[in-house]
């Protein structure tokens, strides 16, 4: 029989037939052997966006957190309404810092692999970001980092190269003891809070920190440190209702690096809307930002910590940038994303996109880089070698065992005293035995 023969009972008037529903799960637009369209950005061109007052509305920055605050163009050339008279002496600070972050994370990185050190996270392409921004910091401002903002502590003069390597070897001049994670330094007089490894946490702290600030009525400001991935945890939303409600001076940086670990960006819900988005959308004021171009760095940080100071509430900057490298020395990227993807990220690199502004202004020369490249490179190299001097991984020149135990109460109690004193005498038996075995008794 024709199935048209039947009639359609009740069709006119029923439901209609139920759509099957669809789970959707965000894929990256590249992988292993074809390449990344980077289409999915949403870039603007340089000097496309607006620069509002810094006492605007949050609603007000809107399309703002949907735009890309740019000011270098692809010739070099310093352009739109971010745009401001540099001192070329502050550019050329801010471009040797740069230049040195690279170079301690390609020797940290080296040492790691020769198991100098246990373990290295480099920053490499997204060194514009933190070594801008702290050249806008002002002293006592503090800082809640994660491990990729090196370059707040590199950019500085008064935190000597060789103590954070000491750190990172963990050594007997390590000044953290080997109690953290090598890259997770702690600098309270740089204003570098201890790193947590446990993300996210970094950004309820410094609302905290940052409304504690206010309640005391003091003038310092915090700078919160978050990466792409980790927003998707609730301490971020958290954070951000926070400090809406009590306009807690703090600014809040997400780093968008396009990759958390092996999972991308979208996944932590970078899709259809943008991290800066969800500042707005909080009451937050923010910016979307070129990250990779130092010169629209320092101009974001500047009007977001400016905004905080003057007591007209929190801003958010999302910074949109790429990991270069590796997550860690653990991880290795060819496996999830194109090799060539960073060579073909369309925001280019930091440190190459200063020199040409530079050059371009007549203020910098490639001799100049070259000689500057060489000086840091010695300067960092002299570094590590007074590092290694007080040992390194490798030779056992670690923190004396008893470290373990103090600094938690100020006298020791009496169960900590013990457990020390079951150690250091299993210890020493195992010496012993090992001197007995030398000596064939
Ligand atoms: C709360 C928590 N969850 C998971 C981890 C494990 N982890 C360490 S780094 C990382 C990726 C974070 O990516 P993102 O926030 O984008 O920062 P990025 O590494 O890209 O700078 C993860 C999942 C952690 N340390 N803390
Ligand atoms: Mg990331």
Known sequence: MDPSDHPTPAAASGPPPAEVLRLHVPEPTGRPGHATDFSYLHLAKAGAARRPPVDTAPVDTFDLAYSLVRVLDDDGNAVGPWAAAEDPALLKRGLRAMMKTRIFDTRMQMAQRQKKVSFYMQCLGEEAIANAHALVLQPGDMCFPTYRQQGLLLARDDVPMASLMCQLMSNELDPLKGRQLPVMYSIKRAGFFSISGNLATQFIQAVGWAMASAIKGDTKVASAWIGDGATAESDFHTALTFAHVYRAPVVLNVVNNQWAISTFQAIAGGESTTFAARGVGCGIASLRVDGNDF???????????????????????????????????????????????????????????????????????DADHDAAQRELEAEVLAAQKEAESHGTLLDGHIPPLETMFEDVYQTMPPHLRAQLAEVQAEVQAKTHAKEGARHGR
């Open 295 to 365: 010169l629209a760095c320092l101009a974001a940080s500047r009007w977001a910590l400016e905004r905080t100071r003057r007591n007209l509430g929190p801003a958010l900057i999302e910074w949109v940038t790429y990991r270069g490298g590796a997550h860690s020395t653990a991880d290795d990227p060819t496996r999830y994303r194109p090799g060539d993807d960073w060579q073909r990220f369309p925001l280019g690199d930091p440190i190459t996109r200063l020199k040409l502004h530079l050059i371009a202004n007549g203020q910098w020369t």
